[in-house]
Structures are given as C-alpha cells and as structure tokens.
C-alpha cells in the first residue's frame, strides 16, 4: 500500500528551530519513477521512494532546495 502523506522537517529559516511540512502525493512521477508529493501550496515537492529517500524536486525558477532533516510517513487523513 502507498503511502499518501508524509511530514518533512526542515532547518528553521530563521537558522533556529526547525520548520514542518506536509505533503501529499500527487499523481505525478518523480524523474526516479516514485511518486511525488507536495505540499498545499505546490511550492514544496519532493520525490519520496518506498524506502522514504527524499529528492527535492524545483517548483520554479531560482528555488533554493534544502533537503530535510527527518522524513515522517503521517497516516492517512480517513483513517
């Protein structure tokens, strides 16, 4: 069974702290073949494979990746 959401944590931008994101897959296909998941906004994607390697993929032009310091797999909204 695929996992739909996953809880990405991230170095604070304010160089403190940490910031949390939420993903949901998409139906869209990292360039790896795994699935992507972005947040609400779109602007946060990230291919995630089963064994939960994280790619970050751009959203736009001039985007500065940063990759996670943690990957949590949420469990499903419905259930």
Known sequence: MSVRRYELTFPGSDGTGEDTVVL?????????????????????RAEI??????????SGGHQALSHPTSTRRLPDADG
């Not at 949901?24 to 946060?44: F, K, L, N």
């Not at 494979?49 to 751009?58: A, F, Q, T, W």
């Open 24 to 44: 949901e897959r998409t139906d869209a296909a990292g360039p790896g073949g795994h699935p992507v998941y972005a947040d609400a906004t779109g602007i946060v």
């Open 49 to 58: 494979s089963d064994r939960g390697e994280v790619r970050m993929l751009p």
